[in-house]
């Protein structure tokens, strides 16, 4: 009985705790939720969609870069104990664009839905340059 009550202290605790968006986070995330995570960019912006990839792997990137070069970031991925987030952004050539596909994995299996949040902020960011809430990427 004593293990079910600290239980649900401990999950009162937790729920008490989640973070609690304001209307412009909300309709932030609502936007990057719908960001597709496999889309096309120009040749012409390629150069700065990239360069945005790899500036936000590097910064957000629980695990340091394991490979970037010009068609493939990927950073580390090791399963430990802590809640950490790698990523693999893949570049594929086709006619006068370029396909982008993006992937964020978490070590804890628990988290597909904060990776995936990742994940969109990630894709949302690459074709807009926009990230008005770092505070809001799961590191």
């Not at 912006?45 to 010009?70: C, L, M, P, V």
């Not at 960011?125 to 990427?137: D, F, R, S, V």
């Amino acid at each position: 009985m004593k293990r079910i009550a600290v239980l649900l202290i401990g999950l009162l605790v937790l729920s008490c705790a989640a973070m609690q968006l304001s209307p412009e986070q909300t309709e932030y995330i609502n936007i990057v939720n719908s960001t597709p995570l496999q889309f096309t960019v120009t040749k012409e912006n390629i150069d700065t969609a990239w360069g945005r990839a790899n500036s936000f792997i590097a910064t957000y990137s629980s695990f340091k870069i394991q490979n970037a070069n010009e068609w493939l970031i990927e950073t580390y991925y090791i399963h430990l104990s802590n809640i950490m987030y790698a990523y693999k952004v893949v570049k594929v050539p086709k006619n006068n664009e370029y396909t982008i596909m993006i992937e964020c994995k978490s070590t804890n299996m628990f988290m597909g839905q904060e990776q995936n949040r990742n994940a969109h902020i990630l894709a949302y960011y690459i074709q807009t340059g926009n990230l008005p809430y770092p505070k809001m990427i799961y590191k």
